[in-house]
């Protein structure tokens, strides 16, 4: 089974490149961040003419999160845990997470506040943000400890200094900060880890650069796309990529597709 999670940055605007990629790349079950547009406004359609079913999260033309299976979309859920927490004036619940069991593994894409800068309410909501999703994974491996789940998806966060091209120019800034470090940690501690490391070493393997500054020709990138795994999950890892590629070119995504090679249950 391949799995892959791409922050696509506007499925709508990108569409052609999706379907392309997802097409050439024999992907099974691929999370999607940054939609970027309501439930109606999804193009379901084009992916289930290529074979594929479709949950959708979208409330708005910001965030939205998609999962697209072609193993069974399963048991749908937009909230991991009631106590996720909301953000606004008034206070709402933001398009973030969807979560399905695809193929025997309960995936969740997630597109984890990016916080704005370390005095921002939207920083103290991300790390609240977090602290559910630990709080739900503990839960879900209590529960059963043979659990296959994988939480994927942006993370907005790098969670070593490798991570990041240049750790001093973001001093002071969101993303490398030590309580997002920690929120990160924790996520590894509750047993989800990073299976894609060992099969993409760092420094300077990322999954991010950003649109302005020649970033990327420059290879000045972050890290912050990431799939953890259950241990059950992990076991079962054979393979990761990251496809640097798909940045390249004319309206590509800030964001690589990142993918990995699950071998059949033992």
Same mark, same amino acid.
């Given at each position: 089974? !391949? ?62 999160v ?25 206070? =709402?619940?933001?398009? !973030?997470?969807? $979560? ?5 593994v !309960? ?7 990016? $916080? ?20 739900? $994974? ?36 969101t ?24 099969? =993409? ?6 999954t ?10 420059? !290879? ?30 004319k309206? =590509? ?12 249950? =033992?």
């Amino acid at each position: 089974m !391949r799995l892959a999670t791409w922050n696509v940055n506007s499925v709508r605007a990108r569409l052609d490149r999706v379907l392309a990629w997802i097409d050439r790349s024999d992907v099974d079950v691929v999370a999607l961040q940054e939609t970027k547009c309501k439930d109606e406004q999804f193009p379901e359609q084009a992916f289930l003419d290529l074979g594929y079913e479709v949950a959708h999260h979208g409330l708005s033309q910001w965030n939205g999160v998609a999962l697209v299976s072609r193993v069974g979309l399963e048991d749908v859920s937009t909230q991991f845990s009631p106590d996720v927490p909301h953000f606004g004036e008034p206070a =709402a619940a933001e398009a !973030r997470a969807i $979560g399905a069991t695809c193929g025997g593994v !309960r995936v969740w894409s997630l597109y984890v506040p990016n $916080g704005r800068t370390l005095q921002d309410p939207h920083y103290v909501y991300k790390l609240a943000w977090l602290e559910a999703l630990r709080s739900a $994974g503990v839960g879900w491996l209590g529960q059963d400890p043979q659990a296959q789940v994988a939480l994927v998806g942006d993370f907005n966060i790098a969670p070593t200094d490798d991570d990041v091209w240049d750790v001093d120019f973001f001093a002071g800034a969101t993303h490398v900060s030590e309580p997002e470090r920690a929120a990160f940690r924790s996520l590894v501690d509750a047993g989800f880890a990073d299976v894609v490391r060992p099969y =993409a070493p760092g420094p300077g393997t990322f999954t991010y650069w950003d649109y302005t500054q020649l970033r990327f020709p420059k !290879r000045q990138g972050m890290r912050i796309d990431f799939v953890l795994g259950s241990p059950a999950l992990q076991a079962r890892v054979s393979g990761a990529t990251i496809d640097r590629e798909e940045r390249k070119g004319k309206g =590509a995504s800030d964001h690589a597709p990142v993918i990995v090679e699950l071998a059949p249950n =033992a």
